[in-house]
């Protein structure tokens, strides 16, 4: 998979070469490449943002350079990329979205600081190609690096080869299957005993059927503990008569 990201902080994105993400990149299944946005900026300051048109607090970043910069790398490829815009006004980013844009082979990131890119842009290259306005969260963050750290490593564990156990994100929370509207439930590795604590004894009952059954009860009391809106909005035959009874 291809990624490419435009700002006016590269140095923001460091992190993407350490721990799985740099993993990934140093063994080939990623490319990534970061791109300094003022390279497309034309005065003497390498202005990127100007005050916005109708007043009010803060800037707006110009259209021209964001213009250039995706220009460059839209010629850069070959095909289209998704093109994907940090902002708090965005979609929600969800797991799911992280599986789609994973199937991908190319995503184009474009975080903006200030108040956010001036409109025609994603007017411009939405008219073309397939641009997703994506919000990590319900607060508002200085500017859209942080959520391309964020989104970009959760798409990059989901390539094929990247997780070391292929196995390891078929129970996350939030992923499709059987636990799908369900929180993952604690864990626990050795010793078996720490400060006083034990272990769940089922645990190591050696009886798969009620290690299952007591995981399921686990992750249905922390969902609705700390997420009873995801029990809520559930297919109400996503759930047996033991979690009913919960
Ligand atoms: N930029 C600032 N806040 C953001 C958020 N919550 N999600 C995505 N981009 C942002």
Same mark, same amino acid.
């Given at each position: 998979m291809r990624l490419d990201i435009v700002t006016i902080f590269p140095e923001y994105l460091e992190p993407l070469n350490v721990s799985l993400v740099g993993k990934a990149r140093a063994r080939g299944q990623l490319d990534v490449r970061i791109h300094d946005l003022r390279q497309w900026a034309h005065d003497k300051h390498n202005t990127v943002d100007d005050t916005p048109y109708g007043g009010g607090p803060g800037m707006v970043m110009k259209p021209e350079p964001w213009g250039e910069a995706l220009d460059s790398v839209l010629a850069s490829g070959e095909g289209e990329p998704v093109v994907v815009v940090p902002t708090p006004s965005g979609e929600p980013f969800t797991q799911q979205l992280a599986v789609e844009l994973s199937a991908k082979p190319w995503l184009v990131f474009t975080p903006a600081r200030y108040e956010g890119i001036d409109r025609r842009v994603i007017e411009e290259y939405g008219d073309r190609l397939d641009v997703r306005e994506v919000s990590i969260g %319900?607060?508002?963050?200085?500017? $859209?690096?942080?959520? /391309?750290?964020?989104?970009?490593?959760?798409?990059?564990?989901?390539?094929?080869? /990247?997780?070391?156990?292929?196995? &390891?994100?078929? %129970?996350? &929370?939030?992923?499709? $299957?059987?636990?799908?509207?369900?929180?993952?439930? #604690?864990?626990?590795?050795?010793? #078996?005993?720490?400060? $006083?604590?034990? =272990? #769940?004894? /089922?645990?190591? &009952?050696?009886?798969? $059927?009620? =290690?299952?059954?007591?995981?399921?009860?686990?992750?249905?009391?922390?969902?609705?503990?700390?997420?009873?809106?995801? =029990?809520?909005?559930?297919? #109400?035959?996503?759930?047996?008569?033991?979690?009913?009874?919960?």
């Open positions: %319900d607060y508002v963050l200085a500017g $859209g690096e942080a959520p /391309v750290l964020v989104m970009v490593e959760a798409v990059a564990r989901l390539l094929p080869g /990247v997780l070391g156990n292929a196995a &390891s994100h078929q %129970d996350d &929370s939030f992923a499709p $299957g059987a636990m799908a509207d369900l929180l993952e439930g #604690p864990v626990y590795t050795k010793p #078996p005993e720490w400060r $006083g604590r034990t =272990i #769940p004894e /089922v645990l190591v &009952s050696g009886h798969h $059927g009620k =290690i299952a059954r007591w995981r399921r009860d686990e992750a249905f009391r922390r969902t609705d503990r700390n997420r009873p809106d995801l =029990i809520e909005r559930a297919d #109400p035959a996503a759930f047996d008569k033991h979690d009913r009874a919960m």
